[in-house]
């Protein structure tokens, strides 16, 4: 991918984080890795994203529930049990940053308690802090959600929150923000780019499930049905085993794929989502996928693969995109939800769009002094 015609660094990122996770210290460490290897640029969709390099990104505040973690040091949180990512860049500086005790509400799932702590929540009993002042003091410009799955009033409460201060919010969770018309038409009128939601993996189960379902289609090749199930041994795994909190990520993960089909499937013909939690996975997430389909003259066609990753570092590669592209949205005075972005990085965007198609817009606007209607924000 290109390098979005900028070839120096415009300066600092300021980011908050509510969520304090797998995912999050994924992203932490890769911006660690990436500024002490400015020279490496595998595993970046762009070094160079519209005047930004991963080494810009300044986390500036910090939010979770985990009594390991609330009070801490941020460079001593991301470290805190029940995280348990594959180590990238374990010496991390001094941030200057607490992790803040933010508001529980719907964000630590009952059935939580029932499982040995060093795998799951342990909710702090401090107060919660005033999170919109404190994203003020900390002069943050975006928030990126990783709050878990199924955290319904909590996201509306920190987007709510974004609103409140004029913060930018990426919304990496299966809770619908910027696909939803109140909440999107909320940051347009506020004038506050808005990316989300549920973010892709940079190389993940949905993605490659969508680019087969899209080949097939592109090929003559029609599927009759197809799966995608899902294993792994992290905090967001467990968390998923209460099957109410599944809802909006199973519509989520399944509209992803369906999208890339003409005539979408019947709901007993797919089957898509988070299958179980198997503890000794950790953070590797293991992916079953089957598509049954017909070809040339009604034949039959199978096909299976395995894909074995580690899930945070994965979610991490696309989120370094996301950070950069909000901020190269902000700098043009963009509203609203940001369309191609979200359709490249997000599963579940207001607008679906091929990858292909996706990435070329996304490229074309950072190439642009000024978008076109369609590159722009969502109106």
């Not at 680019?211 to 967001?236: M, P």
Request: hydrophobic share 35%; charged share 20%; net charge neutral.
């Amino acid at each position: 991918m290109s390098n979005g015609g900028y070839s120096m660094s415009k300066g600092n990122i300021r980011v908050a984080i509510c969520g304090v996770g797998n995912c999050a210290s994924a992203l932490i460490q890769g911006i660690e890795y990436y500024r002490h290897n400015p020279s490496i640029q595998e595993g970046l969709m762009h070094n160079n994203l519209g005047g930004y390099l991963p080494k810009d990104i300044q986390i500036v505040a910090a939010f979770d529930i985990d009594n390991r973690k609330v009070g801490r040091p941020l460079e001593e949180a991301v470290f805190a049990p029940p995280n348990s990512i594959y180590p990238i860049w374990t010496s991390l500086p001094n941030y200057g940053v607490e992790v803040q005790m933010g508001p529980v509400l719907d964000g630590c799932a009952p059935h939580m308690k029932d499982f040995p702590p060093d795998r799951t929540f342990l909710p702090s009993d401090k107060k919660p802090v005033d999170v919109e002042k404190v994203m003020k003091e900390s002069e943050a410009e975006i928030l990126i959600n990783y709050l878990p799955v199924g955290s319904a009033d909590a996201v509306r409460y920190y987007a709510q929150c974004c609103l409140n201060s004029g913060i930018s919010l990426i919304n990496c969770m299966p809770e619908f923000i910027a696909s939803n018309a109140e909440w999107a038409e909320k940051f347009r009128q506020q004038g506050i780019p808005l990316i989300g939601d549920d973010i892709k993996s940079q190389v993940g189960a949905t993605i490659i499930h969508r680019v087969l379902a899209h080949l097939f289609e592109e090929r003559g090749v029609r599927i009759k049905r197809t799966y995608q199930l899902n294993t792994g041994g992290n905090t967001d795994f467990l968390n998923m085993l209460e099957r109410s909190r599944l809802i909006n990520k199973k519509i989520s993960k399944t509209e992803a794929v369906q999208s890339q089909l003409s005539q979408p499937l019947s709901e007993e013909n797919i089957h898509i989502g988070p299958s179980d939690y198997v503890p000794w996975q950790g953070d590797n997430k293991v992916c079953f996928l089957r598509i049954e389909a017909t070809n040339f003259c009604g034949v039959p066609l199978e096909l299976e693969a395995r894909l074995s990753v580690q899930d945070s570092p994965n979610s991490a590669g696309v989120a370094i995109d996301a950070i950069r592209y909000c901020r190269v949205a902000r700098d043009r005075g963009e509203a609203g939800v940001m369309l191609p972005v979200s359709a490249y990085l997000m599963k579940h965007p207001p607008v679906q769009m091929e990858e292909g198609e996706a990435r070329r817009e996304m490229e074309a606007y950072l190439t642009r002094k000024v978008g076109s209607s369609r590159l722009k924000a969502q109106s």
